[in-house]
């Protein structure tokens, strides 16, 4: 075991789509910055879940197309894209991408911001203050190198699952009440040598999703459901999404239910179950559906995908009603445009209840720190919301959006010795927009 010396004005855990994004803004505005993330690579869900495609990040117009021209998430996010693009990575549609070269696009903005990366590198515990209640002041990090204690002023928990901010004393709930279930797990998947000509029914490319996985070739999956062919998947519809190379399909259709994802030993069954899923799939696929004869399983993610752990109990919790009702905030430092989407954490189901068109809801600062905890911020998954409005505002392009919020307010808060709770959010909010982002 070995405390490290050094301190950073801000340590972010978690190097998702929420915590690239606040370490790059943390780190532009001139706060020494470490992030630190458990995998090998940044990127979280994007990368190591591979989750593909971004959720739409445009207004949706009342014909159930997207608006193009109206944005809903911006700044560091659209720099990715535009990253994305410049390496032939990202798709026509906006949204399907390559992420391989996200690992390298996010390892280069984060270097250019001039925050540390540290990989590898899993928060277990934090250390808060004798004198100051409230106050956080190192975090234990478990390395190959051996346990680390990393000091820094402030903290930001992107880990999706608020490890560092639980450990730390932050208050938390977690899944359904009455019996705490969350939202089903998936481990996703990826198909090569697919012929897409064969198909009994075609995708329409003016609608997202480019979900292939209708008429026909859901009725074939329900019927083989029916005959005991498909045993393992509790789920009611097949997702089955063009990708980026012709012959390749990305599939995010296993869903392990009843496990959590905060829990070591339901996370290793819920790995083991998943790729259980993907074979009985993908053998329905083969045996069933034309164009599928001749493929083969080219990747699982590296980890399975989790939807749904911790939600923060800060000072204010993001509402379904606020989502469905596109309600603006006067403290609203990002915005969504993301359906309220629910998976059963008891099996079949999902819940899609979308925002009404041409409109965006905005999620409040408030939602991203509990009163009393001076120097501790959290972004992403797991902020301060209620299940439905967590199933909208968890999306990869909102948290991108929310970290860079959660960064930028460090920033203020840095510079004033504040705690976080008292950052100013119309400073707040002017500097977002200066940033390039929407709020
Ligand atoms: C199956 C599935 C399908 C989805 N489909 C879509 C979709 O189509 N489009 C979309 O936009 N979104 C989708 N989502 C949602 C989205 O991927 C996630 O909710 C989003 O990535 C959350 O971003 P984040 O930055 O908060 O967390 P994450 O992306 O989960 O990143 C958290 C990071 O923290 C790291 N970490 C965790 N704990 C620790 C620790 N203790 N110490 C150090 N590092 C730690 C992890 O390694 C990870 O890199 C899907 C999610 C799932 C599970």
Redesign the pocket.
Known sequence: MRAASIEYDLLV???????TCAAIAAARQGLSTIL????GCFG???T??L?N???PYWQWRPDGRLDKGAPSNAGIFAEILSQLEAHGALAEDGVTFNEEALKLVLDRLVAGSGATPLLH???IDANVGVCGAGKTVMAWIATKSGLQGIRARYFID????G?LASAAGLPFEQGRPGDGKTQPM?L?FRLGGVDASAFPSHIDPGKFQNNYAVGEMDARYLAMKKLGRIVRNPRDDLVALGHMLEGVMHF?STRIPNLSGVDAEDLTAAELEGREQVHELHRFLKEAMPGFAGSTLLMTGSRV???ETRRLKGAYALHEDDVLGAKKFPDGIARGTWHVELHDPDGPGTRVERIPPDDYYTIPYRCLYAPGFQNVLVA??SISSTRAANSSS????I?ASL?QAAGLAAALAAADGIPVEQVDTERLRKLIRESGGLC
């Open positions: 855990a978690g190097g998702g789509p929420a915590g630190v993330d458990e995998n979280g869900m994007a190591a879940g989750v495609p971004f959720t590198a899993r928060v992107a880990t999706g699952d490890d998936t996703s995010n995908g989790v939807r992403g998954r968890r999306v990869m392009p948290c970290g």
